[in-house]
């Protein structure tokens, strides 16, 4: 139970870019029409957040397997209090830039 495979798709809607994943094994990353239309790339800066993403949207297929797609969607409404550089930050689990390894979560 994990990500294979990956497939890129164009947004026909407004919707800003995005990923999913399949009802099978693969993720699925999505950008916005606006963006595809303008030959510009949504995800240019999220390549060091690779790992990190693949391993989160791996976590919402496992759940969702296990328990449904109401619980799977659930975890990206959790949040965490994340202390860095002696401040204190309320962020969700899925804030990549707070995480601090490739587990996909933001722990603390």
Same mark, same amino acid.
């Given at each position: $139970?994990?990500?294979?495979?990956?497939? &890129?798709?164009?947004?026909?809607?407004?919707?800003?870019? +995005?990923? /999913?994943?399949? @009802?099978? #094994? /693969? $993720?699925?990353?999505?950008? =916005?029409? &606006?963006?595809?239309?303008?030959?510009?790339? #949504?995800? +240019? +800066?999220?390549?060091?957040?690779?790992? *990190? &993403?693949?391993?989160?949207? =791996?976590?919402?297929?496992?759940?969702?397997?296990?328990?449904?797609? *109401?619980?799977?969607?659930?975890?990206?409404?959790?949040?965490?209090?994340?202390?860095?550089?002696?401040?204190? +930050?309320?962020? /969700?689990?899925?804030? $990549? !830039?707070?995480?601090? #390894? @490739?587990?996909? !979560?933001? &722990?603390?």
């Amino acid at each position: $139970m994990c990500v294979c495979d990956f497939v &890129l798709a164009c947004s026909i809607d407004d919707s800003p870019s +995005y990923f /999913t994943y399949d @009802n099978h #094994d /693969t $993720m699925i990353i999505i950008q =916005s029409k &606006l963006s595809a239309r303008a030959n510009h790339s #949504d995800f +240019y +800066y999220i390549e060091p957040y690779i790992e *990190l &993403l693949i391993s989160h949207e =791996s976590l919402h297929f496992v759940i969702k397997r296990i328990e449904g797609s *109401l619980e799977s969607e659930k975890l990206d409404n959790l949040e965490v209090i994340v202390h860095r550089n002696a401040k204190n +930050y309320q962020v /969700t689990v899925n804030n $990549m !830039l707070f995480a601090s #390894d @490739n587990s996909g !979560l933001v &722990l603390e």
